[in-house]
Nanobody
Framework: QVQVVESGGGLVQAGGSLRLSCTAS????????VGWFRQAPGKEREAVSC????????SYADSVKGRFTISRDNAKNTVYLQMSSLKPEDTGMYYC????????????????WGQGTQVTVSS
């Protein structure tokens, strides 16, 4: 049974930092690309960042480029999202999702999802 678990969310002031973690089990982690998505109340789910199975290719939404960094440690079956210079508009539920091999900007293309971790940035 595949399990995906996010952690690291919380309340932070604008300008602060958080590191989210996404740990997966029940799958061959090395074979999977992992994406981070977020959803604010009343808004659609949007892609934030993704890292390919090999870790050699990453992508970011324009709104987070230069502030967020995605990385992975396949030995720990974990992907990290380091978030810096946080803004109130970064507030939302952050989800981690996995799909085989390569990234996709469409959340519908991901097979395995976690329950999410809440990030709240106060102004």
């Amino acid at each position: 049974q595949v399990q995906v678990v996010e952690s690291g969310g919380g309340l932070v002031q604008a300008g602060g930092s958080l590191r989210l973690s996404c740990t997966a089990s029940g799958l061959t982690f090395d074979d999977y690309a992992v994406g981070w998505f977020r959803q604010a109340p009343g808004k659609e789910r949007e892609a934030v960042s993704c890292i390919r199975w090999h870790g050699d290719t990453t992508s970011y939404a324009d709104s987070v480029k230069g502030r967020f960094t995605i990385s992975r440690d396949n030995a720990k079956n974990t992907v990290y999202l380091q978030m810096s210079s946080l803004k109130p508009e970064d507030t939302g539920m952050y989800y981690c999702a996995a799909r085989r091999w390569i990234c996709s900007g469409s959340w519908q293309n991901y097979d395995h999802w976690g329950q999410g971790t809440q990030v709240t940035v106060s102004s």
